[in-house]
């Protein structure tokens, strides 16, 4: 199985201010021959299932919040919010897709500094 | 809007058969990939299975000598069991979208359904 590993276990950041959370993978996912990297990113909330906000390690899905940018090689991936609000307080996952079985991180609690 | 609604039971004893179901509403059932994920209290998430409209199935190695996900194209339900459960199985279960098709490569989940809570007592 591939291991996703995410850094750190949880963060506090202000309002306004960056967000960086990294997830590494134990080997890589980027399949060579389509140059994508099968990598995701979700939110969740508490009582609700994870919402899905990047796919292809950088591509947002439709209606995410720009603020919300996904970046990466084939092992190692940031998920950046580029100006923290309220709202995003959450449990942030990747996974991977690359290989069954498919596999998340262990999770990144975030919250307001 | 392809939405999910699952449901099944929500408190077992220890050795019986978890039976989940999910609905889809909305969109189109046999293109996609159906998966079951599920969370124990105040854990990450762990992938189970998956199924195409086709009968085309994956599992996880770790839980697949006791799970079988069935799919209903007639009624566009797919539905997961899973036999001798333990106290380790307690969890929330999910069931999701894999957008993979024929023409279109996926593997991320998206929509959820909103979760079964499931407990297994001792």
């Known amino acids: 199985d591939i291991v996703m590993t995410q850094s750190p276990d949880s963060l506090a950041v202000s309002l306004g201010e960056r967000a960086t959370i990294n997830c590494k993978s134990s080997?890589?996912?980027?399949?060579?021959?389509?140059?994508?990297?099968?990598l995701a990113w979700y939110q969740q909330k508490p009582g609700q299932p994870p919402k899905l906000l990047i796919y292809w390690a950088s591509t947002r899905e439709s209606g995410v919040p720009d603020r919300f940018s996904g970046s990466g090689s084939g092992t190692d991936f940031t998920l950046t919010i580029s100006s923290l609000q309220a709202e995003d307080v959450a449990v942030y996952y990747c996974q991977q897709y690359y290989i069954t079985p498919f596999t998340f991180g262990q999770g990144t609690k975030l919250e307001i500094k | 809007q392809v939405q999910l609604q699952q449901w099944g039971a929500g408190l077992l004893k220890a050795s019986e058969t978890l039976s989940l179901t999910c609905a889809v509403y909305?969109?189109?059932?046999?293109?996609?990939?159906w998966s079951w994920i599920r969370q124990p209290p105040g854990k990450g998430l762990e992938w189970i299975a998956r199924i195409h409209h086709s009968g085309s199935t994956n599992y996880n190695p770790s839980l697949k000598s006791r799970v079988t996900i069935s799919v209903d194209t007639s009624k566009n339900q797919f539905s997961l069991k899973l036999t001798s459960v333990t106290a380790a199985d307690t969890a929330v279960y999910f069931c999701?979208?894999?957008?993979?098709?024929?023409?279109?490569?996926?593997?991320?989940?998206?929509?959820w359904g909103q979760g079964t809570v499931v407990t297994v007592s001792s």
């Open positions: 999701a979208r894999d957008p993979t098709t024929a023409e279109q490569l996926g593997g991320w989940f998206d929509p």
């Open positions: 080997q890589s996912v980027l399949y060579s021959s389509n140059n994508k990297k099968y």
């Open positions: 909305g969109g189109s059932f046999n293109d996609y990939h």
